[in-house]
């Protein structure tokens, strides 16, 4: 008896010991099971990996003290950029797609070039009252500024992609695509254009055409390598137009008809300033432009200021202001003021130097003086409710009243036309067999200094 109850009592010891085992590595179990959330959420960092080894180690080694070891806090997974959109996008992409005020959220868009007054206006400067002005003009600086940059973004990508073979009117939806994304204004619901976008329709005027030509409905022309194209279009925000252009050429024969205008409109730019008469700015235009020739087919011809086209000032929702500013010298004493907006443009021509009415007409723009007639033509009537909602007195073209899906509209619009509410812009026109070009850039006489907002690093 003695030697069977031995047995029983080590069978007994036997049994409680793994009991007492089993119970000691209980705790550690839950804390594993806690500790190891790769199992819900699927990605773990090495650390934690390490740190479950070290927990799971310490409970076997230590049993239920294992389980009282704290767990280290894991990071938040960082969430990956996905349906934004390009809200933060830093960059510009192509072709233009970027919002332009994301790329700057705090509102600050780049300066234009900044030019001191000289002689009597000098003082402006440092001028105290002159500075509380300018202060004063922060929202008027910010819009021009905004379309400015715009407009350089999207020209110099225009400048990169242009090619030969191309369709005008590829070219030009290519350009107007770009401001309209940059701007966010669409322009296809009522009233959005007028807050921002296209503010004026895109020139692509060809050889001996120097401007106001842009390909209507089903124009199939294609740019040629021995072409020279003006490429003209404005940018507004609020009205704010900054008017610029430059010339695209694809063979250096042209290259001195290109310098030609470009530093002739810089003459122009340097002359212009508060109080400058538009007759000395015309002079020192001419001068300029007209000491350059230019070698075609091998006869040299001089490059002729276009006499009979002008610069002109900006004002509000109106390209075409008041006043004129010439490109060659004459007797016009009028000057140019505090706060004014200029577009200082010239044109060169190897022709006569003399533009007429030619080809098709494409541009348009409701008068900002627009008599209040009774339009007989229910078309009419129809069309100019059309064009005052969508583009008050901002240029446009007759592609643009295709988007908003106008159709059958040309005898309406000639007689808004021919009843002094709209006026026409036809294509302007030197001899045929001539070459000419243009560059133009916007200019803000500002009561400190004055600022060539449309300057860029291509011109």
């Not at 031995?6 to 594993?32: I, V």
């Not at 959330?37 to 927990?55: L, W």
């Not at 895109?202 to 040629?224: D, F, I, R």
């Not at 030619?358 to 209040?372: C, I, L, R, V």
């Amino acid at each position: 008896m003695a030697a069977k109850a031995s047995a029983d009592m080590e069978k007994l010891s036997g049994k409680l010991t793994c009991l007492l085992l089993k119970d000691a590595s209980k705790p550690n179990g839950t804390a594993a099971a806690q500790g190891t959330p790769g199992a819900e959420t699927g990605d773990q960092d090495h650390e934690d990996s390490e740190e479950d080894k070290d927990d799971e180690g310490g409970a076997v080694n230590g049993g239920v003290a294992g389980a009282a070891k704290k767990k280290k806090k894991r990071k938040p997974k960082k969430k990956k950029g996905g349906a934004a959109g390009n809200a933060n996008a830093k960059t510009q992409s192509s072709p233009p797609r970027v919002l332009m005020s994301n790329l700057f959220p705090d509102g600050q868009y780049p300066e234009g070039e900044i030019v001191e007054y000289k002689n009597e206006n000098s003082f402006r400067t440092t001028s105290e009252e002159k500075r509380h002005l300018d202060r004063m003009n922060n929202d008027f600086l910010s819009e021009y500024r905004q379309g400015a940059e715009i407009h350089r973004q999207v020209r110099q990508w225009a400048q990169k992609t242009i090619k030969p073979g191309q369709t005008l009117t590829e070219i030009a939806e290519g350009i107007e695509d770009g401001v309209r994304a940059l701007t966010g204004h669409q322009g296809l619901e009522e009233g959005d254009n007028i807050k921002g976008g296209m503010g004026f329709p895109t020139g692509l005027s060809l050889n001996h055409c120097a401007a106001h030509y842009t390909p209507n409905a089903g124009n199939k022309m294609v740019l040629q390598k021995e072409d020279v194209m003006k490429v003209d279009f404005g940018v507004h925000i609020n009205g704010r137009i900054v008017d610029s252009a430059f010339t695209m050429t694809f063979d250096p024969v042209y290259d001195n008809l290109l310098t030609a205008v470009k530093e002739a409109t810089n003459a122009g730019v340097r002359e212009a300033g508060i109080d400058v008469r538009m007759s000395d700015i015309g002079s020192a235009i001419q001068e300029v432009m007209e000491s350059y020739e230019v070698e075609i087919g091998g006869k040299s011809l001089p490059v002729k200021c276009i006499r009979n086209l002008n610069g002109h000032s900006i004002v509000q929702y109106s390209i075409h202001g008041a006043k004129s500013v010439p490109i060659v010298k004459g007797g016009d004493q009028t000057k140019m003021e505090e706060g004014e907006t200029f577009a200082i443009e010239t044109f060169g021509s190897t022709g006569k130097g003399y533009v007429r009415d030619d080809m098709e007409t494409s541009h348009y723009a409701k008068k900002a003086d627009a008599p209040n007639i009774s339009l007989r033509i229910s078309s009419a009537r129809n069309l100019l409710k059309t064009i005052t909602n969508n583009f008050g007195t901002i240029p446009f073209c007759r592609r643009y009243l295709d988007r908003l899906g106008q159709d059958k509209y040309l005898l309406g619009l000639n007689n808004l036309v021919s009843s002094g509410i709209v006026e026409a812009y036809p294509p302007l026109c030197d001899v045929k067999g001539s070459y000419t070009a243009q560059f133009e850039h916007t200019i803000l006489l500002r009561p400190t200094v004055k600022e060539v907002i449309s300057r860029g690093d291509d011109y």
